[in-house]
């Protein structure tokens, strides 16, 4: 569990019992370092407790819905879910690697969005924002360096 969310008291402050059911969502995300699908949810509930795949949309949806989690482009068509920044988490962009489809969390620092400028050249009301850089991750880089270096010694 993140060591400084109290799930409990998250839940209540948006009007929500803090169910067994949220509790153990509301764990599983805010326990990965990097978005995690509905699919790796689910599979990870199940391997410890009685819960419906229906369920954990359901509350992944209501989650969403209260701005505790958010629901994020994991690159693709693929969604994936993260804490809501909060004062514990900070707004941050996110990579997707093109090679393998990993999705990683970068530093809030990385890229600064001033949500104030973009709101200005806006007609409309801007809730959020989600950056999301896309290119190949050093796991991927180097393993394409490593075909190379082989092809070159044959």
């Given amino acids: 569990m993140c060591q400084h969310c109290n799930y409990p008291e998250l839940l209540d402050v948006r009007g929500l019992d803090p169910t067994p059911n949220r509790l153990m969502v509301m764990e599983v995300v805010g326990n990965n370092t990097s978005p995690i699908g509905a699919q790796d ?19 992944l949806d209501l989650l969403v819905e209260k701005g505790l989690v958010e629901r994020l482009s994991g690159g693709g068509r693929s969604l994936v879910y993260g804490m809501a920044p909060n004062e514990n988490h900070p707004a941050h962009p996110h990579f997707h690697c093109k090679s393998c489809g990993a999705l990683q969390c970068m530093q809030p620092v990385s890229l600064n969005v001033d949500i104030k400028d973009i709101q200005r050249s806006f007609a409309g009301e801007i809730r959020s924002v989600e950056v999301l850089v896309s290119g190949i991750c050093r796991n991927c880089l180097r393993t394409e360096q490593d075909c190379r270096t082989k092809r070159k010694e044959r």
């Fill in 41 to 59: 949810i689910f599979t990870t509930l199940s391997r410890t407790a009685e819960i419906n795949r229906v369920t954990v949309y359901r509350i």
